[in-house]
């Protein structure tokens, strides 16, 4: 699934849904008591007011090329949650708004995909397309919610993490925070995060298309 219209499809459904999930960020801040997003203007689906030259376009297109399982990230969605009206809960739902917001357009996609499958055997066809576009949807979003969900440090699931765990703990969480991105480059370059995301895309399909 490496021909142009394949990634050309699945760049287009990272770029649209890296949008709804920093702006879901944005917009449960702002419900939080948290307007930075909002003033500068970052509540927006135009993925260009949050593309990131190298998580939006280089790193997907590169695992679109090789047949990996496509994601990648955006320019994060600014908040300030001292400014909420309970900091710590606002944590807890702002990180978990964009993982969320990922598994519900999954959804949505997936009641387009289910009636239209058969159009995937139809080659190039409007309906294969619509039925390509939505299957991407799925198993893109799939992807991004299972990898934000990861309780480390930048991830949403870290966030997560910290806004359910008790107070006394956040002197280890401090510490695991100096070394998320090296266990993100870690699971990176030994191939983890494709085992962890690889299986997951592998239920979808059999799922959705019986395979």
Do not use: K
């Amino acid at each position: 699934m490496n021909d142009p219209l394949s990634i050309g499809l699945q760049i287009a459904v990272l770029l649209f849904s890296v949008a709804v999930h920093e702006s879901a960020h944005g917009w449960v801040a702002w419900r939080c008591g948290d307007p930075t997003a909002h003033d500068l203007g970052r509540i927006t689906l135009n993925p260009l007011r949050h593309i990131d030259p190298v998580g939006s376009l280089l790193v997907p297109g590169l695992l679109a090329l090789s047949g990996a399982p496509v994601f990648g990230w955006a320019r994060p969605v600014p908040v300030d949650l001292s400014r909420a009206r309970d900091p710590r809960r606002a944590l807890l739902l702002v990180s978990a708004a964009g993982p969320l917001s990922n598994f519900l357009l999954a959804g949505l996609a997936a009641l387009i995909v289910v009636p239209l499958r058969g159009a995937l055997q139809t080659e190039g066809s409007v309906a294969e397309a619509v039925a390509l576009g939505a299957l991407y949807a799925v198993l893109v979003n799939v992807s991004l919610a299972l990898f934000n969900l990861l309780p480390i440090p930048p991830l949403d699931g870290f966030g997560v993490l910290a806004g359910l765990l008790p107070r006394s703990a956040l002197g280890t969480l401090a510490l695991l925070r100096r070394f998320g991105m090296v266990i993100l480059l870690g699971l990176l370059l030994t191939g983890s995060l494709d085992a962890i995301l690889r299986p997951a895309q592998q239920f979808v399909l059999r799922i959705l298309l019986g395979r």
